[in-house]
T-cell receptor, first 113, second 115 residues
Framework: ELKVEQNPLFLSMQEGKNYTIYCNYS?????LYWYRQDPGKSLESLFV?????AVKQEGRLMASLDTKARLSTLHITAAVHDLSATYFC?????????????FGKGTHLIIQP | DSGVTQTPKHLITATGQRVTLRCSPR?????VYWYQQSLDQGLQFLIQ???????AKGNILERFSAQQFPDLHSELNLSSLELGDSALYFC??????????????FGPGTRLTVL
């Protein structure tokens, strides 16, 4: 059974600081997704990582993928309050894309002024 | 706005009842996915349809069923409802799920409360 583990599950940090969220998964997959969810809202796609060594950046967020280590990271640079949300990583079960996603439990991020 | 629409936004019903949730995918997308989000189970994949046919099944209960119609909209039917079925139900769509940049876009969700 595919397992996706995120840590930390809860993170409170101050504006201006840097931090990293980790996502480990238990089976071979060359496709990993990061989503953002605001309270009571839908999931917003942040990144799709397709291959080993993939790195993508959007504003203060940067995601990377190491398929050999089965590890993805989401790095936050100089955090601002607007980035407060829950962040999920997800892997599709069969690795080829034609399947549902298995999600981590999410990292609840609070950024304080 | 992802382009995926879901109705209704909220649904309140009683145990033992049956409800139908509706989803319209983004224009051009052929695949529809259903997910359940609850506090204790997190986000769980239920079922996927591709161009009218069931393609993949996740943790979907036997009391639940889905279908995708010729116009590609999908319905999720939940019957014999229990308190534990209270959750946020999301629909997502993608072109077909296999392309290199294909990804799932999520709808706004239907919040189901079973009393």
């Amino acid at each position: 059974e595919l397992k996706v583990e995120q840590n930390p599950l809860f993170l409170s940090m101050q504006e201006g600081k840097n931090y990293t969220i980790y996502c480990n998964y238990s089976t071979t997959s060359d496709r990993l997704y990061w989503y953002r969810q605001d309270p009571g809202k839908s999931l917003e796609s942040l990144f799709v990582l397709l291959s080993n060594g993939a790195v993508k950046q959007e504003g203060r967020l940067m995601a990377s993928l190491d398929t050999k280590a089965r590890l993805s990271t989401l790095h936050i640079t100089a955090a601002v309050h607007d980035l407060s949300a829950t962040y999920f990583c997800a892997v599709d079960r069969l690795g080829g894309g034609a399947d549902g996603l298995t999600f981590g439990k999410g990292t609840h991020l609070i950024i304080q002024p | 706005d992802s382009g995926v629409t879901q109705t209704p936004k909220h649904l309140i019903t009683a145990t033992g009842q049956r409800v139908t949730l509706r989803c319209s995918p983004r224009s051009g997308d052929l695949s529809v996915y259903w997910y359940q989000q609850s506090l204790d189970q997190g986000l769980q994949f239920l079922i996927q349809y591709y161009n009218g046919e069931e393609r993949a099944k996740g943790n979907i209960l036997e009391r639940f069923s889905a279908q995708q119609f010729p116009d590609l909209h999908s319905e999720l039917n939940l019957s014999s409802l229990e308190l534990g079925d209270s959750a946020l139900y999301f629909c997502a769509s993608s072109y077909d799920g296999t392309g290199p940049m294909d990804e799932q876009f999520f709808g706004p969700g239907t919040r189901l409360t079973v009393l």
